[in-house]
């Protein structure tokens, strides 16, 4: 199925398995981890600042290798980058599991936030190819979604896991999602390589010079909204942990901040696809603007296409 697909013939269905499954298993490992790793890393002796930063190496390694990640998925597809992500974030729960000092749960975290930037690339690529243009923000949506319901999930078990078994043992249970969620994705059909052959690769360097625009601009922006979503990720475990809150009722905040998110899902969805990104990213139209915020226009459209 490409994006040549008509929507006669997509069905949601026809790809909810390969295209959600993986982001929901993964993302259950994850979310089960968030809430806790600041606190794992104040129980291995770090002091509050060095919790923070600690948290903070998993955005760090996500930005470090997001354009060698794009990369990657140019050149070995989507289903193979889906499988290595997953194993090698495996890899680093099951290290940041054993880790005894903070020194290596660092360096596990940081390892796992690049795996997870070469996961969420390749299942974007995949729906970009899957989809067509009148269902991609929907599909887009879904995606979001998957990964929310996940993020919803995991604390929940995480808090069962952390009250019968101790906090570390969530890091094992993110290895065990991270290596499901490799083996789904080995049945995902490669959709994106064949065309990538045909249209060569380019070179990290040149997608930084061709959209240097974009990336002072909008990049600006998903910068500081990453920083400011990451805010609460670091802080709220460990303020918890100030007050004498138990890591388990931590994960059930955390389940419960995932659950609006889910609620908006579909919504939002809805709205790109009938309205356009910027009513979405804006949340409200001026008069003067209300015939461009109707609908997308065809360049939006264009942009979005590609």
Known sequence: ????????????????????APSIVSSMGHGAVMPVLALRASDLGADASMAAFVVA????????????????????????????AGALDAVA?????????????AVAVFVSGMSWTAFLIARQGFLIDATPLSHRARAMSLLGGSFRLGVFVGPLLGAGLIHLFGLPVVFLFAAAMSLCSAVIGGWMPEL????????????VRSVLWA?????????????????????RTGLLPLWADHIHLDASVVS??????ALVDIALTLPGG?????????????????????????SPSPTTRSAWAR
């Open 211 to 231: 959209h240097r625009r974009t990336f002072a601009t909008l990049g600006v922006a998903v910068v500081i909204i990453g920083i400011s979503r990451s805010v």
């Open 192 to 203: 994106g390589r064949t065309r990538s052959r045909e249209q060569g690769h380019l070179s």
């Open 252 to 257: 059930l905040l955390f389940a419960g901040a």
């Open 1 to 20: 199925m490409t994006t040549e697909t008509t929507t006669k013939e997509f069905r949601f269905r026809d790809i909810a398995v390969v295209a959600y």
């Open 93 to 105: 729960m099951t290290v940041a599991f054993l880790s005894s000092s903070v020194a290596v749960l």
């Open 57 to 84: 190496l998993l955005g760090i390694g996500s930005l470090a290798t997001s354009l060698p990640a794009g990369s990657l998925v140019a050149r070995i597809g989507e289903r193979r980058t889906l499988m290595g």
């Open 270 to 294: 809805w709205l790109l696809d009938h309205r356009g990104r910027q009513v979405v990213a804006i949340r409200w139209c001026s008069p003067s603007a209300s015939a461009a915020c109707s």
